[in-house]
């Protein structure tokens, strides 16, 4: 089956995904450390980046018969990979780490459904032989669960008011990110589990679930009002709406590092304050992308690349933190993600980064030569 693709869409999530690609190895091979003013760009963004993926993929739902057939086409399109991806990785681990290494097969257990479930709050133990990399190894995978359990939410809200206009969904949408905003603010970290287990834990479960649910409504509102379909509106309205975005970004940017951060991860009565401006954010450069695609997609080597790559992000997404994780092991240079004390200070050297990168790109590029290749249709 040949499917129609949106073409700056996809350049859009080609972008996205090459960002957090990097970002990841940046944190693999010890640029968030020692590197911080490279490592700034990655971190400043983080959040804008996977809301936006959030955004499109609202942008292009379309609802099946029913609430069973939408689900379930879910758990084919997320359900089904993450399963499949975190089986793979768990294989090679078990082979390393039990029948190469001397993790107890208990551990390696605890370790495994810990990171199956994203981290919820197992209290690890510190593996003595080696610093513990197992402990992290599923770490992209989490935003997986997390958006299949959104996309529930959703699918079940939108056929609660799809049929109550654009006002209704924008009053549902409202109300979702008013009840993450009072998850965060009456910090439920302590009887819910964090999602990551380091202290500086991002997110949490319900609030990222009720969050990513807003998002992917307001996002199928946008594909109503044909928001991102520039050729829809004036040149001079979209170029308002462009500037009106820089704006925002600049001065939400200029407040990254404090209580104003763009993300979900404010408590407290800054709560309500991060999930609005990490929402709105997300949505300026959501459409700050979507213009500069509107331009790029009229040079055909960088088209053809960004929407190749941006269709095939889950894949991207699911593949590139495992495989840099082992190649960081097998050059022993393996840093481990968020523990920031186990890093060496003079271990740190640039090459690692840029090798890890174009080790993990080649190897990704393999796995698509050899993949079946889906056929598109982009208009």
Partial sequence: MIKKRIVELDMVKGIGIIYVFLRHLCELTGVNTYGGEVYFLF?????????????????????KTSIGEDIKNKVRQLLIPYLKYISFF??????????????????FGTYTISNF???????????????????????????????FSAFTLFILVFRMVKDKGLQGKGLAAIMLLVLT????????????????????????????????????????????????????????????TLAISLVIMITFFAFHDNPYALQYAHWGSFGFRS????????????????NIC???????RIRTCL?????????????????????????GFWYPVYDIPCYPAD????????????LTAIIIGIYFAIKKRKEYVWK
């Fill in 294 to 300: 509107y331009y790029l997609k009229r040079l055909e």
């Fill in 117 to 147: 479930l994203g981290n919820p709050g197992f209290d690890y133990l510190q593996w003595t032989t080696y610093v513990n990399p197992i402990k992290y190894a599923f770490v992209p995978f989490w935003y997986i669960a997390e958006i």
């Fill in 43 to 63: 971190d400043s963004c983080t959040e804008c980046m996977m809301f936006l993926f959030v955004f499109l993929s609202g942008y292009v739902y379309k609802p």
């Fill in 347 to 358: 271990g740190f050297a640039w090459w690692h980064f840029y090798l890890v990168v174009v």
């Fill in 275 to 290: 999930v609005y401006m990490a929402t709105v954010s997300a949505l300026a450069l959501t459409y700050m992308l979507i």
């Fill in 181 to 240: 905003s009072l998850l965060m603010y009456f910090d439920l970290r302590g009887i819910i589990a964090n999602t990551f287990v380091s202290g500086v834990s991002y997110f949490t479960v319900c609030p990222n679930i009720t969050g990513f649910a807003a998002l992917l409504l307001i996002g199928h509102i946008l594909h109503e009002v044909r928001a991102f379909d520039l050729e829809f509106y004036s040149k001079k309205n979209v170029m308002i």
């Fill in 307 to 331: 929407t190749y790559i941006g269709a095939n992000t889950l894949d991207i997404l699911l593949l590139h933190f495992g495989i840099g994780e082992l190649i960081t092991m097998a050059f």
């Fill in 90 to 107: 768990s294989c090679i681990y078990f082979f390393v780490y039990v029948l190469q290494g001397d993790m107890s097969l208990a551990m």
